[in-house]
């Protein structure tokens, strides 16, 4: 079965700026966790940043807290630590907080602090995606689904055919 790279906050961890978690209740999500499939990781963490923090949003290529930081090295860095995990550890689907500058995967904040979202990926949702690893939003959990069972119907229909 194929392991799955998940937003840490998603699993209730308190990893989010704001010290909080957004535990995704779901029956699947519990079948993954007891399968030990899932591969909890928060970027941001991982990048150096404390918990809580100051809010960030991407503005012209930098990712800038809300008094002014730039903290783009940190994001990066981050970014880079969940592509060699999925690397070392052959995942190629992510789960990911939507509209985070780190793991948004349809949306992300538009920079100006003002809670207005557009379109686009957060840093590490956009290295994983270039690297041909398939991320998710927890909106999309229908889909990350689909696609796991396709994968495993992939794998079963290759052994078949040696």
Request: proline letters at 5%; one cysteine or more.
């Amino acid at each position: 079965m194929e392991k799955i790279l998940v937003s840490s906050c998603l699993l209730g961890t308190p990893v989010r700026y704001d010290g909080t978690g957004v535990q995704l209740l779901h029956p699947q999500i519990m079948t993954w966790q007891q399968q030990k499939l899932i591969v909890p990781f928060c970027p941001e963490v991982a990048g150096g940043l404390p918990t809580p923090r100051d809010p960030a949003e991407i503005s012209n290529d930098k990712v800038i807290t809300n008094i002014g930081d730039d903290v783009t090295a940190e994001f990066k860095l981050g970014a880079r630590k969940a592509l060699q995990l999925c690397q070392q550890h052959n995942i190629r689907f992510a789960l990911l907080k939507e509209s985070s500058p780190s793991c948004g995967r349809n949306t992300i904040y538009d920079g100006s602090h003002s809670g207005t979202k557009v379109k686009g990926m957060g840093l590490t949702a956009a290295l994983l995606t270039q690297h041909a690893i398939e991320v998710y939003s927890e909106s999309q959990l229908a889909q990350l689904h689909v696609a796991l069972r396709r994968c495993s119907g992939d794998i079963f229909n290759n052994k078949a055919e040696s």
